[in-house]
Nanobody, 124 residues
Framework: QVQLAESGGGLVQAGASLRLSCAVG????????LGWFRQAPGKERECVAAATRNGISTYHADSVKGRFTISRDNAKNTAYLQMNNLKLEDTAVYYC?????????????????WGQGTQVTVSS
């Protein structure tokens, strides 16, 4: 059973940077499309970034494009989300998720394996 564990969240001021990590256990990261999702209070969970198995093709939501970057190190079974110039509206619980497919997807329903989430809070 694949297990995902996020780390790296925290409380930061607007304009700061954070790097989230997603460690994969019980499986091989290279077998999965990897997505980063977030859910703010009262809002639906949304995909902010995703990467194909080899990391060559990526997706970034318009709201984070130019500020967030998804990457993955399959040799380390770890994926990352580098978040720069954080804004108040980036405050949310961030989840990594894995889908056993080849093409990118932004749909929650396409991802079978989820981490427990890590809180990111951006203050003014």
């Amino acid at each position: 059973q694949v297990q995902l564990a996020e780390s790296g969240g925290g409380l930061v001021q607007a304009g700061a940077s954070l790097r989230l990590s997603c460690a994969v256990g019980g499986g091989t990261l290279s077998s999965y499309v990897l997505g980063w999702f977030r859910q703010a209070p009262g809002k639906e969970r949304e995909c902010v970034a995703a990467a194909t198995r080899n990391g060559i093709s990526t997706y970034h939501a318009d709201s984070v494009k130019g500020r967030f970057t998804i990457s993955r190190d399959n040799a380390k079974n770890t994926a990352y989300l580098q978040m720069n110039n954080l804004k108040l509206e980036d405050t949310a619980v961030y989840y990594c998720a894995a889908a056993q497919r080849y093409s990118l997807s932004t749909l929650n329903s396409d991802y079978r394996h989820w981490g427990q989430g890590t809180q990111v809070t951006v203050s003014s």
